[in-house]
């Protein structure tokens, strides 16, 4: 058949595992840390958002999803992926549990001789099966290169920590042609609870933020502050409150002045 498309196809592909239930639940996810009481107080309850979720925004998530899966590839190709998706969980009593899943978790222990050989190895079994991959040898270059800067600047190794990664459009990444250098407070929220709760005990974390037109990275470390932690625990107990009372909180107000920014805009979820 002439004037074939695959365009209908590929668009619904993305959007169909984004199909989901709104269900009732009694558990808070980490993400949801800061966000409205309203919003977070409806999704709990099982109401599902009556504009719902466009099929643009899903593929922004899927696409998210990529970015973290390209990351997390380059990290365990040069033999510093340790774990993926670690689930972390907060439970106190009197108080809403909060489960959440940490994007990576990296460290070496300095053996960079032999994740040198475990990457020859890997190449060389990709070349006998004859697999074929887009910028394949642009990837095997890279790859040794990483191994190399890093044990050149770490060679006793890398302690481990935990990446959350966050895709960006280029606007918002390139703020006055500079990468992003402040996290948006939810997602301190976030990786702090990660580095909180994690039974592991580790602190010390980043953020990978990732331009989704360059490729750059920004990579900015957290450091948990006494002021994000009272957010994060008034919040907690403030949403335990209304849950556990059956209060539907007030609706959040659609337009609010944003210090940060210096302007009024769309109130995006804020409590």
Sequence with gaps: MNNWSIQKIWNETITIPNKRKFEARDVLWASEIGRSYYDTYLSMVGIEPTNGISDTIRRKMEAGNFYESIIAWVFQRVGILKEQQTSIRLKKEGLLPIYGRSDILAGCDGDWSKRRQELEYLFAKLDDIGFNFPFLEQVKKLSFNIISEL????????????????SLNSMAFWREDKPIGIPYEHHLFQLSFYQMYNDKGIKDASFLYIDRDSMSISELPNIIKDDTIKKMEDWHKQITYYYQNKIEPEKPELIIFDKKEKKWQLNLGKV
């Excluded at 044990?151 to 966050?166: F, N």
């Design 151 to 166: 044990a050149e600047k770490y060679p006793d190794g890398l302690q481990d920590k935990i990446y959350e990664v966050k």
